[in-house]
């Protein structure tokens, strides 16, 4: 997860104070107000619901990722497929943790 600060206009305070939005994968979990704490927070049922629409998109981006290094880079591509096909499940995973916890 990446926290990241920033300056918002908070519902509760009524003013433009520093925030900490949390990101689980590319996506916004929570934001909380630094001043007075009151955090705003998704679903995890939210959260799964976008990461599951977004999923086959990505899928097809990657795919063709790889075909255009095939072509471009045949050798390469063939001494780095072993390791994306262990890793890539293995960093998915990941995600899908993140967006449920």
């Keep these: ?14 003013d433009i104070t520093v925030h900490t939005v949390l990101y689980a994968s590319l996506y ?13 927070e998704k679903s995890a049922v939210i959260l ?14 990657l795919t063709r990722r790889l075909k255009r290094e095939a072509v471009s880079h045949p ?10 096909m262990i890793y890539k499940p293995i960093e998915l995973s990941r995600e899908l943790a993140e967006v449920c916890l």
């Design 28 to 40: 916004i979990k929570s934001i909380t107000c630094n001043r007075c704490a009151r955090t705003i």
């Design 75 to 84: 050798v390469s591509f063939a001494f780095s497929l072993p390791k994306r």
């Design 1 to 14: 997860m990446i926290n990241c600060q920033t300056e918002l206009d908070c519902l509760h305070c009524g």
């Design 48 to 61: 799964m619901w976008q990461y599951g629409r977004d999923l086959p998109a990505r899928a097809f981006a």
